[in-house]
């Protein structure tokens, strides 16, 4: 088993930033592949960065690259996910989640919601 306990979201203007975390536990955590997946008003969830304990293997979905950054801190069994210039579009609600290959969630985290204002 596998245990995430998220954290960071809220509100925040267009080009603001917000930093989620997620605090993970369990026996075997460390040999899952981490990622972010986000549901947006109406669509469907889908994957928006990915990252090993170890740091490599970074994912980002095209329409975050270059203003999302995912990192690991084993020390605090933590991930995050810094959001720059963050965009409107970009509100929706966030999912920490394990899983035992790129893009796949076995575990999943309680979501957190990021609204971002025009």
Not at 37 to 45: I, L, T, Y
Not at 81 to 103: F, H, I, R
């Amino acid at each position: 088993q596998v245990q995430l306990v998220e954290s960071g979201g809220g509100l925040v203007q267009a080009g603001g930033s917000l930093r989620l975390s997620c605090e993970v536990s369990g026996r075997t955590f460390r040999t899952y592949v981490m990622g972010w997946f986000r549901q947006a008003p109406g669509k469907e969830r889908e994957l928006v960065a990915s990252i090993r304990w170890s740091g490599d293997d970074t994912y980002y979905a095209d329409s975050v690259k270059g203003r999302f950054a995912a990192s690991a801190d084993n020390a605090k069994n933590t991930v995050y996910l810094q959001m720059d210039s963050l965009k409107p579009e970009d509100t929706g609600d966030y999912y920490c989640a394990a899983g035992l290959t790129l893009g796949r969630g076995d575990y999943w985290g309680q979501g957190t919601r990021v609204t971002v204002s025009s």
